[in-house]
């Protein structure tokens, strides 16, 4: 909705569409369960690196990159006259440290990081333009392995966080591609054939691929696949697959079983035909689910950095904030203004102290859960 109000006439603190001020105590705990993340991603030696907000477009927006271009906010620097782009992600910049500044590092790299994101617009599901993002990407490795890893790394760092039930996603998007390939099927078929997919329309992926010939005919099987892990590598096993389809479903199966060899109870659902994910994709793509209806917590998958194999998960901590049991605040301690000397016992005893700056100020809208009495810190009668 447009506001056709005169600008000087529109409130000083109105933000713009899909940007929040994040307040108390939500703020901090945000940041507490960011850091507690990247805490568990360090624990499976996960480095972390800081890129900037900031990147010239030519380089923000190369490789992987590219698939955000559409999501990235431009503008021209004052300074060298180039036109810089505002990361829509934070994984195309990862991957270019890795191949830059990281580049002479032994392989393969374990890196971590953890900042905001802006993008043009917003989505239905999550509406917020700027976003916090927290992740791990291992780059330098094109085995199974690596992609179970960041899986099952990102579902450690949120049971550390008390998210626990969580289930695992698994899609092929370059399967279905394959197939279109292998069977030469013209642009047009392609593209009545890939809506036909993303909307799980079973009638009209039957017709189409019957219309596509022999190699397109394992479409609809597959697509009636997709649920547990097991179910969908049956017939993934039991299709007719030209060799590069071939490979993309014996790889899942390899990834699938590495996965279990690392954490046997997560629950996994592969679908072999989703085109669900980033574009820049070339392997298994992934997807944390919550438990319960607290939807997507996290995306990953394989994908290409420059040249380099390499895998990775995002976490969104805006999403994880919801799935995780409240944490206990810090209490805090209202210390009248006689009393400030003793404000540093309390906070070695892990209180937060919020001093009097005079002798009229009380504890009322403070949100104090205590007031220090005579040295020691007395529980206030909570109001409804």
Do not use: W
């Amino acid at each position: 909705m447009t506001n056709d109000l005169p600008q000087d006439t529109l409130p000083s603190g109105l933000l713009p569409a899909g940007l929040i001020d994040l307040l108390p105590p939500q703020a901090e705990r945000e940041a507490a369960l960011v850091e507690a993340m990247l805490a568990a991603f360090g624990t499976h030696g996960y480095e972390r690196v800081k890129p900037p907000l900031l990147e010239f477009e030519d380089s923000l927006l190369a490789g992987s990159g590219a698939a955000v271009a559409d999501q990235t906010f431009r503008l021209m620097d004052p300074v060298s006259q180039r036109m810089m782009g505002l990361r829509a992600d934070t994984t195309p910049q990862v991957a270019r440290i890795a191949a830059s500044r990281l580049g002479l590092q032994k392989r393969p790299l374990r890196l971590c990081y953890a900042g905001q994101v802006l993008r043009v617009r917003g989505t239905q599901l999550a509406p917020n333009r700027q976003q916090p993002q927290a992740g791990i990407e291992l780059i330098g490795s094109d085995t199974a392995a690596a992609d179970a890893e960041v899986a099952v790394v990102a579902v450690e760092a949120l049971a550390a966080l008390g998210v626990h039930g969580v289930s695992l996603d698994i899609t092929l998007p370059t399967l279905a591609p394959a197939l279109f390939e292998a069977a030469g099927l013209d642009a047009g078929l392609r593209l009545r054939l890939g809506r036909a997919l993303d909307r799980k329309d079973a009638a009209v992926v039957a017709a189409l691929s019957a219309e596509a010939g022999p190699l397109a005919a394992a479409l609809p099987s597959l697509l009636q696949a997709a649920g547990p892990a097991e179910g969908a590598l049956a017939a993934l096993r039991a299709a007719t697959l030209p060799p590069a389809a071939q490979a993309i479903a014996d790889n899942a199966a390899a990834v699938v079983a590495a996965i279990r060899a690392l954490a046997p109870g997560l629950r996994i659902t592969l679908d072999p035909v989703e085109f669900r994910g980033l574009r820049y994709h070339v392997g298994v793509a992934f997807t944390l689910y919550g438990p319960g209806t607290t939807g997507e917590l996290a995306r990953g998958g394989r994908y290409l950095a420059g040249e380099e194999p390499a895998t990775g998960m995002t976490v969104y901590p805006d999403a994880v904030l919801r799935a995780a049991p409240p944490a206990p605040q810090r209490p805090r301690v209202f210390v009248p203004a006689a009393e400030a000397a003793a404000g540093a016992a309390l906070r070695a005893q892990g209180f937060a102290t919020v001093a009097a700056l005079s002798a009229a100020d009380t504890p009322d809208g403070l949100r104090c859960t205590h007031i220090l009495k005579n040295g020691a810190a007395v529980p206030l009668e909570q109001k409804d």
